[in-house]
Every structure is written in structure tokens, then in C-alpha cells.
Nanobody, 125 residues
Framework: VQLQASGGGLVQAGGSLRLSCAAS????????VGWFQQAPGKEREFVAG????????HYADSVKGRFTISRDFAKNTVYLQMYSLKPEDTAVYYC???????????????????WGQGTQVTVSS
């Protein structure tokens, strides 16, 4: 499985963006997927994740109610819809896939084996 993240850009505070994580490989539906953000000088942090079935999702407290993760099995793509963006959301966003336990969403980056290249999100005040 290989991942390609896209959809980042420059947006004003209060705006929205939708990130996409497109996967190649027939076994992608077996993987849980997470989105992570990494701001300059900071560690990579969990933002949102979705289980391999798409039934379970989990969000960081900082994005609850503003971000929505979803997956389209037909398109082999996971999306991160971001609303009400804030300057503190500015970061490089990475998607990652991992063979998470059934029905769960893993949070630590170390539980994800496959990473996309990242897409920059910049929110201006």
C-alpha cells in the first residue's frame, strides 16, 4: 500500500479545506487510517483516525466538532474535512495506514506502518 496526501493550501481563519489520502493497493480496506499534523519544531501529533471498517472514528480534542474523517472504499480514499480552521491548525498534515486492532483507532504514530508524503495547511489570521 502506498499513500498520497493532497488538498492542503492557504486559507483564512474560519475557512475550510478537505484533505484526501489516496491509496494504491488492494489491501487498503484492511487498514485503519490516521491523520497527523506536524508544526515546525513540534512532534507529529494525532488529529483523527478511522478504523478499517469505517465504523469507528476518533479525534483529538483540539479538532472535535470541526474536523470529520471519512473513507470511500470504492475510491480507496480517506478524507479529512476541516471546518472553522484556526491559525493553530497550521502544520504539515500526514496520512498513515496501520493494521490496527479490529474496531479500534490507534493514536500513537508508532502504530502506523505506512505514511504519505504530507500536505501543507496554512491558516492565516
Amino acid at each position: 500500500v502506498q499513500l498520497q496526501a493532497s488538498g492542503g493550501g492557504l486559507v483564512q481563519a474560519g475557512g475550510s479545506l478537505r484533505l484526501s489520502c489516496a491509496a494504491s493497493g488492494r489491501s487498503f480496506s484492511s487498514y485503519g487510517v490516521g491523520w497527523f499534523q506536524q508544526a515546525p519544531g513540534k512532534e507529529r501529533e494525532f488529529v483523527a483516525g478511522i478504523s478499517w471498517s469505517g465504523v469507528s472514528t476518533h479525534y483529538a480534542d483540539s479538532v472535535k466538532g470541526r474536523f470529520t474523517i471519512s473513507r470511500d472504499f470504492a475510491k480507496n480514499t480517506v478524507y479529512l474535512q476541516m471546518y472553522s480552521l484556526k491559525p493553530e491548525d497550521t502544520a504539515v498534515y500526514y496520512c498513515a495506514a496501520g493494521l490496527n486492532p479490529i474496531g479500534t483507532v490507534s493514536i500513537p504514530p508508532t502504530e502506523y506502518d505506512i505514511w504519505g508524503q504530507g500536505t501543507q495547511v496554512t491558516v492565516s489570521s
